[in-house]
């Protein structure tokens, strides 16, 4: 089966452009979650959908990050304006419906990742 | 809070076998995952450990004891493409992962 696969692979914008990153999930997961690696720092959750609703958003830094999911098939995570500090990696994963299940072990897929750089 | 803590790098050589420590405390633990980064690459599934005790799956294992909030990876007979980051990563409430650093492994010839 095909990955999860993301696009752009990097993007490089000046401070206070928009910027869109798209992830394309598994098909069938119903599971999309957002995580992001800032620089020297560890990959940090921004949020979880589960079909097209947001099911936990806890993570997204401020409202200049809005992320859609729109049908409950691709994702896209805008950044508006864009600021030096959102510069990072950003990682989109994808599982199937969440089960205890040691042998799935969630069924977490994570993509390669759009590296964004913020000039 | 949540907070994963590993160390930074280590070195080994081609062959040997490596451990890496991972400490955690969390909330709403459910679970320990250790995935492995190659650089640019996406991280990819390497073990899961929710009960206490060792998992084995060829030259990895992971070993879990959620009394002391503690884990590491074993990897055994080292090889050169082991040379990645290993990430470590606990498992909360509504199956969001809270990762630690990650662990640069360098094997040398």
């Known amino acids: 089966e095909a990955g999860v696969t993301q696009f752009p692979s990097h993007s490089v914008i000046e401070k206070g452009q928009t910027v869109t990153l798209r992830c394309d999930p598994i098909s069938g997961h119903d599971n999309l979650y957002w995580y992001r690696r800032v620089m020297g720092k560890e990959i940090k959750f921004l949020l979880h959908?589960?079909?097209?609703?947001?099911?936990?958003e806890s993570g997204m830094p401020n409202n200049r990050f809005l992320a859609e999911r729109t049908g409950g098939t691709y994702s896209t995570l805008k950044v508006q304006p864009a600021e030096l500090e959102d510069s990072g990696v950003y990682f989109c994963a994808s599982s199937q419906r969440l089960t205890v299940d040691r042998a799935s072990s969630y069924g977490y897929t994570f993509g390669s990742g759009t590296r964004l750089t913020v000039v | 809070g949540q907070n994963i803590d590993q160390p930074t790098e280590m070195t080994a050589t081609e062959g040997a076998i490596v451990q890496i420590n991972c400490t955690y405390q969390?909330?709403?633990?459910?679970?320990l995952f250790w995935y492995q980064q190659h650089a640019g690459e996406a991280p990819t599934f390497l073990s899961y450990?929710?009960?206490?005790g060792l998992e084995e799956k060829g030259r990895f294992s992971s070993f879990l004891s959620r009394s002391k909030g503690y884990s590491y990876l074993l990897l055994k007979e080292l090889q050169m493409k082991d040379s990645a980051s290993y990430l470590c990563a606990a498992a909360v409430n509504d199956y969001k992962l809270s990762f630690g650093a990650g662990t640069t492994v360098t094997v040398r010839a």
């Open positions: 959908f589960v079909k097209e609703s947001k099911q936990d």
């Open positions: 450990n929710v009960l206490d």
């Open positions: 969390t909330s709403g633990f459910n679970g």
